[in-house]
């Protein structure tokens, strides 16, 4: 990578400019634990790295209004995880993003990286998609929002064109008696890329599901957000049939690859357990257990 | 192509340096700034064995670019000793063998001294799992988390 160039850019404007100029030879740096391993291999060769960090809008974790945050794209884990309200509002969304990595690079790691990375089995997206969290974007063009659930295109490929940043994570406004959840299957307990990753969100009134999403990750060339299994949830008690039933609907939704860290059969089957089982931990968390 | 100034802070002393931009933090310590302590063992993240302290966080040296560093407070292994006195942890870990070959042992120091100072009582468990970044070959952990846990203690007692 000799001929690479560094910027640290100073403002949103500055980056976004920055790397349309360079017409695709340039790329964002966060923490850098996907972009610096990814160079060092020689994976990807920028001719120019834009570090975003010194952006402060990127790296601010704020409470807009009572409940509701926005939080930087270049945020570490260990910044966040500090954040005592948001790790209570969202304890799903953390106890994803702190499976990423040890703690060194939890140090660096941001959810935008994860995000933008593009991996099919990027650990905090199920866990994002479930909460509801919308993507913010500057561009050349100005500042647009786009779900999560629509950010990637495939492995690898996201919604993101030439000189696109982006700059935040919009949760919504957390309701009383909601919580999420998150598990990953691993070969390994630790250290290891997902064979599949669940992230489930609920809202319970009397002990009765008014809102519910589901996504999967790792198990499709994207991470998805299963609707159909998330609107059979509404309306019930979620008692063990329904559960079955929105299992079911996961394992169809899944379109997973063959390989050495799980076979088809298995990524399928894990998806519809890890469903019952994070469901299960989000109850929980609602009732104060 | 021209080099990058970068102005920082290493162990409490100011330092001015010219990088590649693609130099790593780990490169630029090692082998410009002769502060060898800090190891390259797997170079992406794995081992830990580059651990330094970045404004307040524990990161790899060796995932990072020494032209971040501008403006920033670093700490690294050979700060920890202060006036030739050992830190705690470095003397603990000689009592308790808590090294062999010593490849790990500045990685480890590190890591240990950024979770005591997030976390003065740590239990064991949370003690393996920040531990968990940072890779032995030779002493099988135990005797490391011990140390970190007795150090604790006796910062605790004096406290
Ligand atoms: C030892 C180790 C263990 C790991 N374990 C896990 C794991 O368990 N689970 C997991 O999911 N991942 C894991 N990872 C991968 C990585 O740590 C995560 O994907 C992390 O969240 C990436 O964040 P970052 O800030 O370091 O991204 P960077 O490396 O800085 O960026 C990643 C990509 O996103 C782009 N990008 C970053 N920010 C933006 C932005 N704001 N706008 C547009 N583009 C942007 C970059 O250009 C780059 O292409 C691991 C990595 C290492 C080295
Ligand atoms: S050399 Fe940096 S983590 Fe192994
Ligand atoms: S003492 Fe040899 S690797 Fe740890």
Redesign the interface.
Known sequence: ??????L?AKTIDEAVTAHSKANGSARF?AG??DL??Q???GIKKPKL?I?I?KIVELNTIKEVSDNEFVVGASV?G??LNRNNKFTKLWPGVIEAFRLI?????Q??ASLGGNLCNGSPAGDSVPALIAAGCIAIIAGPDGKKEIPIENFHKGPGKTVLENGEMLVSLKFPKREINSSDAYLRMTPRT??DIAVVGCGVNITLENNVCTAARVSLGAVAPTPLLIKDASDIMIGTDLNSDILDKVANLCIKACNPINDKRGTIDYRTKVAGVLLKRSVLIAIDRIKGN | ?SK?QVSTNINNESVEYLC???D?MLNVLRNQLDLTGSKESC????C?SC?II?DG????SC???A??A?GSKLETIEGMSEGGKLHALQQKFLEKAALQCGICTPGFLM?SK??LDHNPTPTETEVRF?L???LCRCTGYDKIVKAVLEVADDMKESA
Not at chain 1, 1 to 6: G, I, L, R, W
Not at chain 2, 43 to 46: A, E, F, K, L, V
């Open positions: 990578m000799s001929e690479t160039q560094y640290a740096l850098g634990t610096l391993v160079i060092k291999s790295v570090d960090k570490s260990a910044n990595g040890s703690e060194q690079i140090g660096r630790e250290m | 192509m990058i590649e931009p693609h790593t170079g992406s993240g794995d830990g651990s970045l966080e524990l990161v790899c995932l990072m670019l032209a971040e501008e890591a950024a979770l920040w968990a970044g940072n």
